[in-house]
């Protein structure tokens, strides 16, 4: 049976940290704690020009870095892009593709094409996907959404692959607007229901990793934890505030320690 590793917790840093300095002082105030975690794991993903300096602090298996976007070609006459392979020899693992900041950048033959290289690589795509609004179109939205971008990549390494569902409406950099847990299951089930269909088994598509981001933080994750089937969140907002990042990192390893030890009804 395929088990599905610790809870994680992806850290999009944006824009946000803009000295060598800033970067290694918020990555080293979590590190300690983060390497002590027993059921949740870290991907810090700074700006690419930070990547290799936070993987040179990697030593632990808690904690892994991503980039925030790669350019799928490993190399040429790009002016200004870096590549999947340039991110990789940094020391990423990980690559956050097709968020919401990022798609009026890109086509969906961009993001499948990145999604390809990416796992080429043997590194693993966090895919971001949502509806603008919850319209009387946006399951279509959604579905369409997914099909653009699985729809044109292998299908040979579901356990690789991990799904960010982040409506845009609740995404903070506007307003902060969180979705609810019940809201979040919903679009699981349309994305999931999708994913079956083009991975072409439900054993296949259950192994791919799904997360929820937008406008998370210490007081709305407890809702997710308690009613909801995720295997972790992306976080933006809090990316950067380490106080928030311990308290939920707190809030998950209770939460898993408990569910591991609860009682099994028969
Ligand atoms: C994001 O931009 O991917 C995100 C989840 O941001 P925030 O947590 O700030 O809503």
Redesign the pocket.
């Known amino acids: 049976m395929f088990i599905k590793p610790k809870k994680m917790i992806v850290a ?1 840093w ?1 824009m946000n940290v803009t000295s060598e300095k800033d970067a290694e002082r918020l990555f080293l105030s979590i590190k300690n704690v983060v390497s002590k975690l027993e059921y949740t794991n870290m991907i810090c993903c700074p700006p690419h020009m930070y990547v290799n300096q936070v993987a040179q602090h990697v030593s632990n298996k808690n904690y892994r870095v991503g980039g925030q976007d790669a350019y799928p070609e490993e190399s040429g006459s790009r002016t200004g892009e870096t590549s999947v392979l340039m991110q990789k020899n940094a020391g990423a693992e990980y690559i ?1 593709l097709g ?3 990022r798609r009026h950048l890109e086509t969906k033959l961009d993001i499948s094409r990145k999604v390809t290289a990416v796992l080429e690589h043997g590194m693993m795509p966090i895919i ?1 996907v949502g509806e603008e609004q919850r319209d009387k179109n946006w399951k279509k939205n959604l579905i369409q959404q997914v099909r653009d971008v699985f729809n044109r990549v292998p299908k040979k390494e579901p356990e690789n692959i991990i799904v ?1 569902y ?1 409506p845009i409406w ?4 506007d307003k ?1 607007n ?1 979705a609810t847990s019940a809201e979040y299951m919903e679009a699981l089930e349309v994305i999931k229901k999708e994913l079956q269909k083009i991975f072409k088994t439900v054993a296949a598509a259950s192994k791919i990793r799904f997360l929820y ?5 210490d007081k709305n994750i407890e809702d997710f934890l308690k009613n909801a089937e995720v295997d972790g969140f ?6 950067h505030d380490p106080r928030i990042l311990m308290t939920m990192f707190r809030l998950i390893e209770d939460h898993v320690q408990k569910e591991l030890f609860a009682p099994k009804e028969e």
């Open positions: 999009n944006k956050i968020h919401s900041e971001c960010a982040e609740a995404i903070s950099s902060k969180p981001g937008g406008s998370l933080d992306l976080v933006g907002r809090v990316s």
